[in-house]
């Protein structure tokens, strides 16, 4: 069996992988560095050369190849390296008829806990976010922010008492909705100084969330050391980290109890797997990054049913709902308990529609941010 094809796909907001072998075997991966698509896009044209001809069950021998060939990596690299590892091991599973957790050691679950997303641009909107995901059978909510979604037109100002002191009184009354029905992920999108984010960490500790996640910027995994040393509430970080090293070295500076590797940015479930082992050796439990489409949360529970270690998966809204449910068929299951089930489908379990370029046509992103009221830019 041979690679005869690599096509990469862009549908919404989001792009796919697929490649077809000579045996009619296709499989099927997404790359998630969603800010820089088309650069991921020019990696797999350039790593298709490499692939065309080669035996698809070589999968951490291609690993190896596309990751150490070069001296340039980064996001949209590892992006591409990720949705081509993705949509390898989908043809594995099919070849040898098992899905891919059977191949990676097999089921520790069969089923795996999620979080539901919660937005909103107003502090109503967010409490009947968590009410509505209460309803509906979650036992955790994310992307919860103590702030508000607001729009990026909106230029930004508060008082730094007015920052700490509102963002803990919406912490609080987010507790005090659900009691202890429901469990908290409290999102920061690296909003923060270390020194607000100390302070906004301790203001939270006796709501009790489950994770305090990206409180500080990715760069310097020194600061988001200091801050785990100096709050109670676990820190959970690393959807922006791109690859198994970068996870090691937050690991030993003890700077998280949660790991959030993205499968579709740090090598696919190739990567994904070895950085469960090394949070695993550290009792650091693993909560994978889903923001994409159905492939990812796909890929992502290949992953969650195998691993000893995870805590939650990120699980994106409206899955069942325009332009995602005519992307793919077999989109995962939510059994109304705040669970996932594991598919027990061939390969990663989800295949793309024929006419999925037609229902969702590519939406590509712009550069755009927010400002301050001065002019500068803010992290949102």
Known sequence: MRIRR??????????????????????????????FLEASEAAIEKFARYLVGKDPLRIEHHWQYLYRWSAFRGSAV??????????LWDIAGKHFDAPVHQLLGGQVR?????????????????????????DAGFTAVGHLTPFLDEPYERP??????????DAI???????????????????????MTPAEAVQ??????????????????????????????NTAVPIATGERLTSLWEFDMLLRRNAARYVRPDVCVVGGITAMKKIAALAE?????????????????????????????????????????????????????????????????PGIGVELK????????????EVHTRLHVDGSVVDQ
């Not at 909705?177 to 429901?182: F, Q, T, Y």
């Open 78 to 87: 590892m992006a591409a390296i990720s949705a081509i590892d993705i949509a």
């Open 110 to 134: 069969d089923r795996a806990r999620v979080y539901a997303h919660v937005f909103g641009d107003t502090r109503e909107k967010l409490l009947r976010g968590i009410t509505e995901a209460r």
């Open 200 to 229: 906004l960490g301790r203001g939270i500790e006796p709501f009790h969330p489950f994770f305090f996640e990206d409180p500080v910027m990715p760069d310097n995994l020194d600061e988001m050391a200091y801050v785990a040393a």
């Open 281 to 345: 050796a550290q009792h650091v439990g693993v909560v994978p990054h889903n923001p994409l489409s159905p492939v990812c949360t796909a890929a992502s529970l290949q992953v969650a049913a195998c691993i000893p270690n995870l805590a939650l998966v990120e699980y994106p809204s409206g899955e069942d709902e325009f332009p995602k449910r005519d992307m793919v068929t077999g989109i995962a299951e939510h059994d109304g308990q705040g669970y996932l089930l594991i598919p027990d489908r």
């Open 156 to 165: 930004f100002f508060q008082t730094h008492a007015r920052k700490i002191g």
């Open 354 to 365: 024929p006419d999925a370029r037609e229902k969702a046509p590519y939406v590509p992103r």
């Open 6 to 35: 690599v096509e990469s796909i862009r549908l919404d907001q989001y792009l796919l992988v697929e490649i077809e072998t000579d045996s009619g075997l296709t499989g099927l991966g997404e790359a998630g560095a969603w800010g």
């Open 169 to 191: 009184d919406a912490v609080r009354q987010y507790r005090e909705l659900v009691g202890d029905e429901v469990d908290l992920c409290i999102e920061i999108h690296r909003r």
